[in-house]
């Protein structure tokens, strides 16, 4: 099996980078209407909170460039609120455990 772009995701998560810019912009923008920019985790990753078939979602979701416009890729998670609420109310625990980690 191939290791198709985990290279990227690793280096992504190195502690070289600038810190995540905070950014709120309206979905006018985007092509999606219903999409609102949040921040730039890295050069090709975004945060945002969209809704889909009726749903709001935290979209985590790398980015590329297609005929000069970015474009969202296949690569990233979209959490449902439920999902979102879990993986907040285990941020500390996340934060002590990385806090141990080097980058």
């Known amino acids: 099996m191939s290791k198709r ?3 990227s995701d690793d280096e992504a998560l190195s502690g070289g980078e600038e810190p995540p810019k905070k950014v ?3 979905g006018k ?3 999606d209407p219903d999409s609102v920019f949040i921040c730039e985790l890295s ?3 975004k945060v945002s909170v969209r809704n889909w078939q009726g749903k709001t979602m935290v979209d985590i979701r790398e980015f590329y460039l297609k005929d000069g416009k970015e474009v969202p890729g296949k ?3 979209s959490l449902l609120m439920d999902q979102w609420k879990i993986l907040r109310e285990h941020a500390d625990e996340i934060d002590k455990l990385m806090s141990g980690v080097e980058t």
């Open 5 to 7: 772009g985990k290279k």
């Open 24 to 26: 709120l912009k309206s």
């Open 29 to 31: 923008d985007s092509d």
């Open 43 to 45: 050069k090709n990753r």
């Open 75 to 77: 690569k990233g998670i």
